[in-house]
């Protein structure tokens, strides 16, 4: 396990970015064009409620550096959990792990996902770069594209493994942009698509969250058989409300969180 909080949200970083091309770049726009600085609010992984690489699994990776639990987040329709985790020092990222409950999925997506699980040795999952190794299990296109029909999720995870999902850009951290439509005006002109499920803006102050985030890039992925491009990362941004002590709001809003997964949906 990392000692290091800033060496294990680097490597992160490293490899969300090789398979999400617009997120160096809008990156790039903010810091050196905008002149902004740039704080991440959180980072979202995925993962299969299966020994060994249950949710609480890769937890420990950020529980080992002082994390602890924050709230827990139940998605009925898509049939996860989540949990988020925060850190005593509000300079680090949140972390925010789903997974999925694969109990409640087909016999015939359960029998897939179980394949791919047991190739996953469970020394790999506490080995110090798990959460940024990718994939642990061949995977054939075809197998991908089943998975899709019932669970985009699972045929996300299938194809990229484990990586960040998403970084995210705090919003409060900006001078120059004080909403989330200004950064949604941002992206649009530079030609970004935004997720419009549930609306370009996912949440309100009500909430004490406002959320919005890209459509995943596109990339090619190896399958066992062939190489396809499909749809890996995604960027999202945050804007927290302060509750009435004054602190900013440090959790998430299910209904929020329900659509930002739809970034990934292939298609859209």
Same mark, same amino acid.
């Given at each position: 396990?990392?000692?290091?909080?800033?060496t294990?949200?680097?490597r992160?970083w490293?490899?969300?970015?090789?398979?999400?091309?617009s997120?160096?770049?809008?990156?790039?726009i903010?810091?050196?064009?905008?002149?902004?600085?740039i !704080?991440?609010? *959180?980072?979202?992984?995925r993962?299969?409620n299966?020994?060994?690489?249950?949710?609480?699994?890769?937890?420990?990776?950020f529980? @080992?550096?002082?994390?602890?639990? =924050?709230?827990?987040y139940h998605?009925?329709?898509?049939?996860?959990?989540?949990?988020?985790?925060? *850190?005593?020092?509000?300079?680090?990222?949140?972390?925010?792990?789903?997974?999925?409950?694969v109990?409640?999925? +087909?016999p015939?997506l359960? +029998?897939v !996902?179980?394949?791919l699980?047991?190739q996953v040795?469970?020394e790999?999952?506490?080995?110090?770069d798990?959460?940024?190794?990718?994939?642990?299990?061949?995977v054939?296109?075809?197998?991908?594209?089943?998975?899709?029909?019932?669970s985009?999720?699972?045929?996300?995870?299938?194809?990229?493994?484990?990586?960040a999902?998403?970084?995210? !850009? @705090?919003?409060? *951290?900006?001078?120059q942009?004080?909403?989330?439509?200004?950064?949604?005006?941002?992206?649009?002109?530079? =030609?970004?698509?935004?997720?419009?499920?549930g609306?370009e803006?996912?949440g309100s102050?009500?909430?004490?969250?406002?959320?919005? +985030?890209?459509?995943?890039?596109?990339?090619? !992925?190896?399958?066992?058989?062939?190489?396809?491009t499909?749809?890996?990362?995604?960027?999202?941004?945050?804007?927290?409300?302060?509750?009435?002590?004054g602190?900013l709001?440090? =959790?998430?809003?299910?209904?929020s969180?329900?659509?930002i997964?739809?970034?990934?949906?292939?298609?859209?």
């Amino acid at each position: 396990m990392h000692t290091d909080p800033d060496t294990l949200f680097e490597r992160l970083w490293e490899s969300y970015r090789q398979v999400t091309p617009s997120a160096e770049r809008i990156h790039k726009i903010l810091g050196a064009e905008e002149g902004q600085a740039i !704080v991440n609010d *959180h980072i979202a992984l995925r993962t299969f409620n299966l020994d060994p690489v249950r949710l609480d699994a890769l937890a420990e990776h950020f529980l @080992s550096l002082g994390y602890r639990q =924050g709230g827990e987040y139940h998605f009925e329709a898509k049939k996860l959990y989540a949990r988020h985790y925060e *850190h005593p020092s509000l300079e680090l990222p949140k972390v925010f792990i789903s997974e999925l409950l694969v109990e409640q999925c +087909s016999p015939e997506l359960q +029998s897939v !996902v179980k394949r791919l699980v047991e190739q996953v040795r469970p020394e790999a999952v506490a080995a110090d770069d798990f959460l940024y190794s990718g994939r642990h299990w061949q995977v054939d296109y075809n197998t991908y594209r089943e998975l899709m029909k019932e669970s985009e999720y699972a045929a996300w995870m299938a194809a990229w493994g484990y990586r960040a999902n998403h970084f995210t !850009v @705090s919003i409060n *951290h900006l001078d120059q942009f004080r909403s989330v439509p200004e950064i949604n005006q941002l992206l649009k002109a530079h =030609g970004y698509k935004v997720n419009a499920s549930g609306g370009e803006v996912k949440g309100s102050p009500e909430d004490l969250l406002e959320q919005s +985030s890209t459509m995943a890039d596109r990339v090619p !992925v190896a399958f066992a058989d062939q190489t396809v491009t499909i749809p890996s990362c995604f960027y999202e941004f945050a804007l927290r409300y302060p509750k009435p002590d004054g602190q900013l709001y440090s =959790g998430f809003v299910a209904a929020s969180a329900d659509k930002i997964f739809e970034s990934t949906n292939a298609g859209s």
